[in-house]
Each structure stands twice: as C-alpha cells, then as structure tokens.
C-alpha cells in the first residue's frame, strides 16, 4: 500500500509518498514561503495545484484518485489525554461549554514520532517513560508526556501560546491585549495579526529565524542577545514547570528544525538545570551528527536527545493503522488485486 502525505504548515505545504510495505519513501517535495513578499507561490491553493501538476505522473495524486481512501490525522490527537485539570482555563464556564475555549495543543503528530523514538533510544517501553519533547521550529511549543502519553502542552486553544516563537509572542498577560485595544486603539485584527506575525523573535530583534538571530548576536547586536535570552528563558521554566508536572523525568527530546540543529540553543535551554538532573556532554552536544543521539553527560539522571522529527512518516503509518482497523485497505486491496 501506498500513502501520499499532504502536510500542510502555515507557510509551507510538503508532500511524501510512502511505500509501506518497507517504508520506503518514494517521492518529496515541498512549497515553501507560501504567501511571504518574495514568493511566487500566493497561497496554498496554488501551492497544492503545483505539487499536484508535480504529481501527475504519479499514480496515486490524490485529486485524481477519489476512489483512494483518504484519511485525515489531526495534529492536535497526540494530546488528548491530557486531563482537564491541565486543558481548563479558569475562565467563565460558558466560554468553555459554548465557544470550546480551552487547549488542544499542537505538534501532536511529531511529538509522538519522536517520543516513540526516544524510548527506542532510551532502550526502554515508551508507556513507562516520562518525558519533556521541546519541538523547536519556526513554531514552538514543549509537551510534558507521562508513561508515554500526552499531560500538558505549551500550545493551547490556538498555536499562540507557550514559547516565544519566531513571530509568535507566545505567553503574554492577557491584560496586554485589553491594554492595546483601549489604549493604543488597535483592532482586534491587528492585535492578532501582531501577536501571530510580529512577535516572538521578530518583534524581539526583527528577525525571526534562529539563524539570522544567531548570526546578529555574534555580531554584537543587542536586541538579538536580548531576543535569544527572551527565548532560552521561556523553554528553562517550561522544563522546570513540567518537571514539577511530572515528578520525575527520564529524558528531555529536542526535535524540529532548532532543536535538531542548534547545539547553542540546546545548551541554552539546559542552562542553569545542572541540579535537576539535566547534564549536557558538550562534545556530544556540539558533535556535527545526524539521527537519533544521547548528547547528556554519561550518567546524568536525565536523559537529554536529540531525535530529528518525521511528521510524515507518523502521518503515513496512523493512516495505514486507520485504514487497517475499518476496513478500508481490504477494499483498495481487492481493488488493486482485481
Ligand atoms: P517549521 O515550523 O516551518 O517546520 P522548521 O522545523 O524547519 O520549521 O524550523 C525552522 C527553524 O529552524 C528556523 O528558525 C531556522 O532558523 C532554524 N534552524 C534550521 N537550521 C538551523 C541551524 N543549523 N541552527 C540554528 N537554527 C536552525
């Protein structure tokens, strides 16, 4: 069976196409910077008619295929074990019965790629395992998993919370957005469009890409120091705070494109955590490295990882266990055989 990936991010839309027999990748692709001043690439509409123009000579393009089952994994469904106690906010009831205000959380389908990975570096079950994965890419956000499931999450009703992202603000007093409305005039609509676009590191330092901060820094630019500082500070009292969630903790994961690749933001992450058990080995951590890989101090209580992400992967394989409990391969199956 083959099942084509459409992974749809808020400025990228990537696509693979797994073989699972093996699960062997046949083909990617990728149109990135969807909507960005520079792009030719307007919006995802067109995005999606250029993969699927890139698609035509391959058998099963979705749009032309209805008869394929198609199966839909939603980001937010690694975290719905998380307990009220952790999804409320203590807002009015009705906000809640009637608006649905309350976290969902996101990244669910890389956080659990990469938990199954780590307790398959760990070398033990992942239901045993408690867990803090910090998936750092333009979007962020920190995950507190207990006996391989998901408690709490940074990110809450909508992405905007928790970490200070790229250009997302993340946690701010809620006080700030009355503030600016009565104060400043601004309308709901530039508030959010402020707060998701305008913020984070980019409202920091006015770049919101981890490399180009870095690269600012070590060219002395305060802000950048600043903005950098800002973001280490915010991921150390999540640790700290899902520690404390937790009660005890076997291994800390950093994944996405920060997480895998910035041995300095890594560091800085783990500043300062030495007496909570979180010991990094600097050679490991700095080591130029790919895969799956310890980079703790031998011996530490904590287990620090890297473990590159494959949302894809994760995606293709629910939707093969998806399609395998209702019934749906043994049609395509028959279909393929007749
Ligand atoms: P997305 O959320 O769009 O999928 P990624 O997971 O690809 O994002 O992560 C993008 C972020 O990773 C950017 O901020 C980029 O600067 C950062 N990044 C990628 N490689 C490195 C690196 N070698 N050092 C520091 N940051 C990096």
Request: a negative charge; glycine letters at 10%; aromatic letters at 4%.
């Amino acid at each position: 069976m083959k099942v084509l990936v459409l992974n749809s991010g808020s400025s990228s839309l990537k696509y693979q196409l797994f073989d699972m027999a093996e699960r062997t990748l046949v083909a990617r692709g990728a149109a990135e910077r969807i909507g960005e001043p520079d792009s030719d690439i307007s919006d995802h509409a067109a995005a999606l008619d250029r993969i699927v123009a890139n698609l035509l000579g391959i058998e099963v393009a979705m749009a032309r295929r209805p008869d394929v089952p198609q199966v839909a994994v939603f980001d937010t469904a690694f975290h719905h074990t998380i307990p009220p106690h952790a999804y409320r906010y203590a807002v009015p009831e009705e906000w809640y019965e009637s608006h649905g205000v309350r976290r969902y959380g996101f990244h669910g389908t890389s956080v659990a790629y990469v938990a199954k990975q780590a307790a398959r570096e760990i070398g033990r079950p992942l239901g045993e395992l408690n867990l803090i994965v910090l998936h750092l890419g333009n979007g962020a956000s920190v995950t507190a998993v207990a006996n391989g499931k998901s408690v709490d999450t940074s990110m809450g009703m909508t992405p905007l919370e928790g970490l200070v992202m790229g250009t997302r603000s993340g946690d701010i007093d809620p006080g700030v957005i009355v503030h600016m409305a009565r104060q400043a005039g601004m309308s709901v609509e530039e508030i959010d469009a402020d707060l998701n676009g305008e913020s984070g590191l980019s409202g920091l330092c006015g770049v919101g890409d981890v490399r180009d901060v870095l690269e600012r820094e070590a060219a002395g630019d305060a802000r950048a120091r600043l903005a950098l500082d800002v973001y280490a500070y915010r991921m150390r009292k999540y640790i700290g705070a899902y520690m404390a969630a937790l009660g005890h903790v076997d291994g800390i994961v950093f994944t996405a494109g920060v997480g895998e690749n910035s041995a300095d933001i890594r560091e800085r992450a783990c500043e300062g955590l030495q007496r909570l058990g979180v010991q990094l080995d600097e050679t490991r951590n700095r080591a130029s490295a790919r895969g799956a890989r310890p980079i703790h101090r031998e011996g530490a209580p904590v287990a620090v990882l890297v473990v590159p992400t494959n949302e894809e992967l994760e995606i293709a394989e629910q939707t093969l266990q998806c399609i395998q409990t209702s019934g749906a391969a043994t049609t395509e199956a028959g279909r393929q055989n007749g």
